[in-house]
């Protein structure tokens, strides 16, 4: 079955740094479009970076283009987000996320940016 296991969230100062893992199994990795989404308290989850099969084709959020850099290791089924220049509103749960036939999320892994 599909897994998605998130990982490399915690507590970061503003203007620091935090690398994010998602761990993929149950499906043939390398063949799938991943992405990245996050919620914050009290709001939608949305959007934050998707990155095509082969990793050629990256997409942004405007509030995150310039600083956070999404990746993959299909050797590794990883999928990673690079995330810089951290501001109080990036806090949020972070989800990564495959379509196949349907949504498959991972549980999440929590980043508060606070001083």
């Known amino acids: 079955q599909v897994q998605l296991v998130e990982s490399g969230g915690g507590l970061v100062q503003p203007g620091g740094s935090l690398k994010l893992s998602c761990a993929a199994s149950?499906?043939?990795?390398?063949?799938?479009?991943m992405s990245w989404y996050r919620q914050a308290p009290g709001k939608e989850r949305e959007l934050v970076a998707g990155?095509?099969?082969?990793?050629?084709?990256?997409n942004y959020a405007d509030s995150v283009q310039g600083r956070f850099t999404i990746s993959r290791d299909n050797a590794k089924n990883t999928l990673y987000l690079q995330m810089n220049s951290l501001t109080p509103e990036d806090t949020a749960v972070y989800y990564c996320?495959?379509?196949?036939?349907?949504?498959?999320w991972g549980q999440g892994t929590q980043v508060t940016v606070s001083s």
């Open positions: 149950g499906f043939t990795f390398s063949r799938y479009r």
């Open positions: 996320k495959v379509h196949i036939f349907r949504a498959y």
């Open positions: 990155i095509s099969d082969t990793g050629s084709d990256t």
